[in-house]
């Protein structure tokens, strides 16, 4: 059985940094893509990174710069630091893992489990 745990979250001043953290049990990060993906309020979920098995790295475009996807094989986490966050940042953040080594979709329907959510919070 799959279960994705992220931790993290938290609110931060505009300006910020935080990072999130996802254990993955029952699930090997380096074996398939893996990503990242936030919902605000009234909004659709929304891609914000991702990285192959092979360690191919992908960023939605409002947070490039400023956020990096990296894992540790040995602790089987999956982490996203953020920083310079904007007030525009906030939303719950969700780690998301596939079966595939295909990774090259923010699709949510290609992320078949997900983490219960993480909530970042950044005030200006």
């Known amino acids: 059985q799959v279960q994705l745990v992220e931790s993290g979250g938290g609110s931060v001043q505009a300006g910020g940094s935080l990072r999130l953290s996802c254990v993955a049990y029952?699930?090997?990060?380096?074996?398939?893509?893996m990503g990242w993906f936030r919902q605000a309020p009234g909004k659709e979920r929304e891609g914000v990174a991702r990285?192959?098995?092979?360690?191919?790295?992908s960023y939605a475009d409002s947070v490039k710069g400023r956020f990096t996807i990296s894992r540790d094989n040995a602790k089987n986490t999956l982490y996203l630091q953020m920083n310079s966050l904007k007030p525009e940042d906030t939303a719950m953040y969700y780690c998301?893992?596939?079966?595939?080594?295909?990774?090259?979709?923010?699709?949510?329907?290609?992320?078949?489990?997900w983490g219960q959510g993480t909530q970042v919070t950044v005030s200006s």
């Open positions: 998301a893992a596939t079966t595939s080594v295909f990774c090259a979709t923010w699709s949510t329907g290609a992320f078949g489990y």
């Open positions: 029952g699930y090997t990060v380096s074996w398939y893509c």
């Open positions: 990285i192959s098995n092979g360690g191919v790295i």
